[in-house]
């Protein structure tokens, strides 16, 4: 819960803008084009089909985008934990989302107001 609570901190804080939340800015729009592909079938589905639908892509779309150190790093030294990369992946999705839950749920909210949805 510690964790959880310190989500604050990181929004205010100018460093973590700049270290976190910026290259989330710049490749969220880049992750926007295969959601929108994926997001294309579910246009033949009911508006609250559509809308559980949407709201899990952009909660992938959040999540993959905070998580852009952690593919930087998996990059360039890969073999820093002796897991397998997909458990690896996993755990790290995980571990972002439930880091930043606030943050990912009000860009979602905030996301789907924009494009009416809600």
Not at 51 to 56: A, Q, S, Y
Request: a negative charge; glycine letters at 4%.
């Amino acid at each position: 819960m510690k964790f959880k609570k310190d989500e604050d901190r990181w929004e205010n804080n100018p460093i973590a803008q700049m270290l976190i939340f910026m290259p989330a800015s710049i490749i969220s729009p880049i992750l926007n084009i295969p959601c929108v592909i994926l997001a294309l079938p579910l246009s033949m589905l009911s508006n609250k089909s559509q809308v559980v639908g949407m709201r899990f892509l952009l909660r992938l779309q959040h999540t993959l985008s905070l998580s852009f150190w952690y593919f930087v790093q998996e990059y360039y030294l890969p073999d820093i934990l002796p897991i397998p990369f997909k458990y690896e992946l996993i755990l790290v999705l995980f571990g972002v989302y439930y880091g930043f839950n606030k943050t990912i749920n009000e860009m979602v909210n905030e996301t789907l107001e924009e494009q009416g949805f809600i």
